[in-house]
């Protein structure tokens, strides 16, 4: 029971074995969640949902590693924890904001979190190679959102 509960979480509810670009799926999915948390709650919202992801993804990963290789494609509970990260600088303008600049910053910032989270630079790929664990598994996806939420920000600013 305690596997497949953790197949369940790890792969957001089967969405981890699609047979190609699982990751990018993961995120796609997340979009909606991470919609719904900063129009209704903003920051906090889209805060505790990022630690709440965090933390059962790594408990599930922990689980499933038991039974794969590290960070195996199926597991895409760290690109839910990664896309919402990068929305954590823009919530409060995303809060009651359904404008084109909610929805241009919802692609930008789906966007940014894949190219981040596929090139894997600095940090990123740091945490990808050098910590084979559960952590290590989710840790490369945050920074990968903090990486794109910095640069969503920067551009609220610029732009």
């Known amino acids: 029971m305690k596997k497949k509960l953790a197949y369940l979480v790890s792969s957001v509810f089967g969405v981890g074995f699609c ?13 909606p969640l991470a919609f719904v948390l900063a129009y209704y709650w903003g920051l906090c919202g889209v805060l505790i949902a990022v630690v709440i992801v965090f933390f059962l993804g790594t408990i599930a990963s922990k689980e499933v590693l038991k039974y794969t290789k590290h960070d195996p494609s199926l597991i895409v509970i760290d690109e839910v924890a990664g896309q919402l990260t990068s929305f954590i600088l823009v919530a409060p303008v995303l809060y009651q904001n359904c404008s084109c600049q909610a929805v241009v910053l919802y692609i930008s910032g789906f966007a940014l979190f894949r190219l981040f989270d596929i090139t894997k630079p600095s940090i990123v790929g740091w945490a990808d190679k050098k910590i084979e664990n559960a952590w290590g598994v989710m840790l490369d996806d945050i920074f990968a959102g903090i990486f794109a939420a910095v640069i969503l920000r920067f551009s609220l600013l610029v732009f």
Do not use: Q
């Open 19 to 31: 047979p190609k670009a699982s990751g990018t799926f993961g995120s796609l999915v997340t979009l």
